[in-house]
């Protein structure tokens, strides 16, 4: 009977052991950025990264006396004043890498604001060497020795990585975070500016056939630009005219007129015909016509 029961003891002790581990590791949680750093060019560059706050408080059972006020935590007394109370607390800041999506060849990368939201994810092994010599054969990729789960502390890299666009309820709408509830247009996908005001949007209703795209700007200036055509339409040849310089051109067919004398005699049809045809000669039309967009 004594050994069941120590046989009891010791299981429900490692669960206890299994759960407490647990609830010491972390895999994934929503943050917030509190600044921002670009990357360091160098012999051993750094990626951008960021100095993160967790959106969360952490609690842990405790009395009074524990509180640990490097950490400011505030007590909260249990109802029952025999059981200990919460110690309630922020956690740590810490600088991780940005993870930044980069499907097919591209890479969506941009500063990232105060307050952005965002995902903090965790590794199971030290990312410190990778950051910088990335999965280099002669550093070390996959340290299995002395470093696992490196949580809350460590040094300015830490071994978890920033993904900036996790939404929560209130910080998705126009204005400030938390002042409007989420709002997600039901038949389009957008991306752009979180204040809706510069978005690239693809309305395709139900997730069938794109019906339109629409892109739209409140900023003073939008630039479309290539190295050689920007095509209007599919299957765009002709060039389309700069205006300003064909406003030119008229006016300067316009002064010539003003310039043929008075007429004594009735003039020269034919003469007239070849003093337009020498003009249009000299026609400057490449400086008419030397714009990249081509129309249909």
């Excluded at 800041?93 to 990368?109: D, K, N, S």
């Excluded at 055509?229 to 765009?236: K, P, R």
């Amino acid at each position: 009977m004594p050994l069941i029961l120590t046989r009891a003891t010791l299981e429900m002790l490692l669960d206890d052991v299994v759960v407490k581990t647990g609830l010491t590791m972390r895999v994934c949680m929503p943050a917030r950025v509190v600044s921002y750093f670009p990357p360091v060019p160098g012999p051993r560059p750094t990626p951008p990264r960021a100095m993160i706050q967790i959106d969360l408080k952490y609690a842990r059972e405790g009395h009074i006396d524990d509180i640990d006020l490097a950490a400011m935590e505030v007590f909260q007394p249990a109802a029952d004043a025999r059981e200990p109370g919460e110690l309630v607390g922020s956690y740590p800041m810490m600088i991780v890498p940005i993870h930044f999506p980069g499907p097919w060849g591209m890479w969506a990368r941009g500063p990232l604001l105060p307050g952005e939201l965002g995902k903090l994810v965790w590794c199971d092994r030290s990312i410190d060497s990778w950051q910088v010599d990335g999965g280099s054969p002669t550093g070390p990729t996959d340290p299995g020795f002395g470093h696992m789960h490196g949580g809350m502390t460590g040094g300015p890299m830490n071994d978890c990585w920033f993904e900036p666009g996790l939404r929560s309820g209130f910080s998705m709408g126009v204005g400030p975070v938390g002042t409007a509830p989420s709002v997600v247009d039901p038949a389009a996908w957008m991306i752009g500016s979180a204040d809706g005001f510069s978005v690239l949007k693809i309305t395709a209703p139900g997730g069938g056939v794109p019906v339109r795209m629409d892109l739209t700007t409140t900023a003073p200036n939008l630039t479309l630009d290539s190295s050689l055509f920007v095509d209007i339409g599919l299957g765009a040849t002709s060039f389309a005219a700069k205006a300003d310089q064909v406003d030119a051109r008229f006016a300067e067919i316009k002064a010539a007129m003003l310039l043929i004398p008075p007429a004594v005699t009735p003039l020269d049809a034919v003469a007239v015909v070849n003093a337009i045809l020498t003009f249009f000669e000299t026609w400057p039309a490449a400086t008419v016509t030397a714009i990249k967009a081509r129309v249909l």
